[in-house]
């Protein structure tokens, strides 16, 4: 008699843990978090816990399971917090290691070039061109011969670097503090 008793008070929890199962998937506003243990429980988590022993009654382990009633919208909302405030200081991380990286390569460009441009007017002789101006005059000017030219170039409005005897062109001379 004993034995069927406990039978039987198996098969009815049993039951009531497909009903369970069944009642989970049917929920749309609320969504159930269903931790399976063995032989464990965690009394501060929870609520209800229904021991139901397993089909297999040679295992003579019983499943604890522990609900805990949680609602899916707002644990996506805390997700999506989670992950904006991540990006957000993952940005502002970038943005700070650039600014000091622009810092620092700022500061050793004005050390290597520390001096003091100086423009001077000059007169055209024949057979001179901005290629021998630059070379005679971009001694100490910190880019190539070309940047140079283009620089001439640009100070002077000319389109080309084709230059005419007794034209002035203003040159820049970079004095370097040696």
Sequence with gaps: MHKIAIASKLAYRFY????LQHTLQSSFTKFYNVFLYFNTAHPKKQTHI???CSKNLLTNKCLVVIIKKTNVRKEILL???????????????FMIFMMGHKLFSGNQQV???????????????????????????????????R???NTLL???NLSSDEVQAGESLIIPIH???Q
Aim: a positive charge; proline letters at 2%; charged letters at 15%.
């Design 50 to 52: 229904p021991k139901i």
């Design 16 to 19: 009531t843990y497909l009903l």
């Design 79 to 93: 997700m999506k917090k989670k992950v904006f405030y991540g990006f957000g200081i993952l940005v502002v991380c």
């Design 147 to 149: 940047s140079y030219v």
């Design 154 to 156: 640009e100070i002077n």
């Design 111 to 145: 050390q290597a070039s520390g001096g003091v441009t100086v423009y001077k007017n000059i007169t055209i002789e024949e057979g001179d061109t901005l290629w021998s101006i630059a070379k005679t005059y971009g001694e100490n000017y910190t880019g190539s011969t």
């Design 175 to 177: 004095t370097g503090a």
